[in-house]
């Protein structure tokens, strides 16, 4: 007997929000499998108002309640049964995200949890890592954002330690990380990654999807240190407009994508990695199997 159930996540990020539809595929005697259905990304760029002054622009709050009253529409078009909407970094920061957050609930029903770094490592870390790693491996699993980057260590199949920076694109994009920030970092990754001889990263996020997709690397292959390196020097020969019309980025990732190939890199020496795999798993992922699994609250149509 086969079962199809229709999830939804959506992703309030520092640099984007996004909304996941996935299918859950139930088969008597087998395992869940989760299938992607439909990504909409919509780049509101929320940590460009909030980094810099702790509150969310009226430009930007309309654009947010348009972005919902969409995501509501596609939603009940894709007949969705249970979702949960998750805010991070820039939304934890805003002054006036309650209020926008009460706002869009008036407007289009939509629940916001505003979720705090730990809770949104802890979701990450349960994403369908399984099926992408091997089990007799270590790795640290970094998942970059626009105002925070999640840090999981999962060794033997099973997440370790996790923890969550205030280093994201969007911050480095406007200077506002101190110095303290990223030694805390380094000292993070070399004490909780000390222990073990080898070990791999793990990426997750648009901006290393991006860098996989151009590498032409099959996938389940990984990126080697050496090539990240030489892609973020080529990244940072050419100008903001080159990127978008010789390297052919889009806008909202022309500018990010360097501090991103920044974090990455900074992981990989810190842990003492070699290789970064790339799985295209993130938040998103998460939100949905733990809504699947019950391990978080959500919300139905």
Known sequence: MLSIKKYAAIDIGSNAVRLLIANIIEEKGKEARFKKSS????????????FLNQHISEFNKDRMLDTMQAFKLLMKTHKVEKYKACATSAMREAENSKEIAGLIYKKTGIII?????????AIIAATDLHSYIDKSKTYLYVDVGGGSTEFTVINNGKSVVSKSFKIGTVRLLNNIVKKETWLDLETWIKLNTRFY?????IGSGGNINKIFKISGKPIGKPLTYFYLTSYYNTLQSYSYEERIT?????????DVIIPATRIYLSSMKWSGAKDIYVPKIGLSDGIIKSIYYDTVSSNTQ
């Open 39 to 50: 990504l909409v990304r919509v780049p509101i760029r929320l940590g460009s108002d909030v």
């Open 113 to 121: 949890d505003i979720i705090e770094g730990e809770e949104e490592a």
């Open 197 to 201: 001889d080898k070990i791999d990263v």
């Open 246 to 254: 010789e390297l052919d980025l889009n806008q909202d990732r022309a």
